[in-house]
């Protein structure tokens, strides 16, 4: 009785249960953030141009490079991680296969080392500005809020396309190990796909580029 009920156990299964618990946190802490403000006289601050005017350019652009490195990295890792299983498991039948496939793994990489040209790139655009230069010339602030939201799209494009791309160079590249294993005839030509695969993000790289081409941060309007 015991082991039927262990078997028909599945992880999967209660995943929803997990993403629900947490929207539902995640709804309860911005239900209280809300009320808070309505009820101590403060409603008027529940405003999207408020906050985007009193938060510091440099916040944005900060975690522009934040997200363009740590999403690359970790889309690099589960691609990693899903094509290093199956060389390995695809080895041990087929030992040929392991140097071979160790391209998918150097395409995976290369996801990694995308978000890290834009985080570089971002890094060197972030100057600082003087309150006087501000008061004497409301365009610089407003040019300096223009390049801290640049910086901030041009992180989030380039960190999401890059996870989405290295999970989809791990998903091909561990099912051209695994073909490689059987048929050494597939390999070239799902390694055609892979390619292809890896080409996506150099899309989020294009963009991010174009985003902050005209970002000049500094006391120059």
């Not at 009785?1 to 992880?11: E, K």
């Given at each position: 009785?015991?082991?039927?009920?262990?078997?028909?156990?599945?992880?999967i299964s209660y995943t929803k249960y997990y993403y629900?618990?947490?929207?539902?946190?995640?709804s309860f802490i911005l239900t209280v953030i809300i009320l808070s403000y309505l009820l101590t006289g403060r409603g008027e601050r529940i405003d999207l141009g408020w906050f985007?005017?009193?938060?510091?350019?440099?916040?944005?652009?900060?975690?522009?490079?934040g997200l363009a490195v740590s999403l690359s990295v970790v889309g690099a890792a589960l691609g990693i991680y899903t094509t290093g299983v199956s060389i390995m498991g695809g080895g041990v039948k087929a030992p040929r296969i392991k140097t071979k496939n160790l391209i998918s793994v150097i395409f995976c990489?290369?996801?990694?080392?995308?978000?890290?040209?834009?985080?570089i790139v971002l890094s060197g655009q972030i100057e600082q500005?003087?309150?006087e230069a501000v008061e004497a010339n409301a365009?610089?602030?407003?040019?300096?809020?223009?390049?801290?939201?640049?910086?901030?799209?041009?992180?989030v494009t380039t960190g999401v396309v890059n996870l989405v791309c290295g999970v989809c160079v791990g998903q091909v590249?561990?099912?051209?190990?695994?073909s490689d294993a059987a048929n050494p005839a597939l390999f070239v030509k799902i390694l055609i796909i892979e390619i292809?695969?890896?080409?996506?993000?150099?899309?989020?790289?294009?963009?991010a580029v174009l985003l902050t081409s005209k970002a000049k941060m500094g006391d120059k309007a």
């Open positions: 009785m015991m082991s039927n009920y262990a078997s028909s156990y599945s992880p629900a618990a947490l929207l539902g946190l995640l985007l005017t009193a938060t510091s350019p440099y916040m944005w652009a900060s975690i522009g490079v990489e290369a996801v990694a080392i995308y978000g890290l040209i834009i985080a500005f003087s309150p365009d610089i602030m407003a040019r300096n809020w223009f390049s801290g939201y640049a910086m901030f799209g041009a992180g590249g561990s099912g051209a190990a695994l292809f695969g890896s080409a996506i993000g150099l899309f989020g790289l294009i963009i």
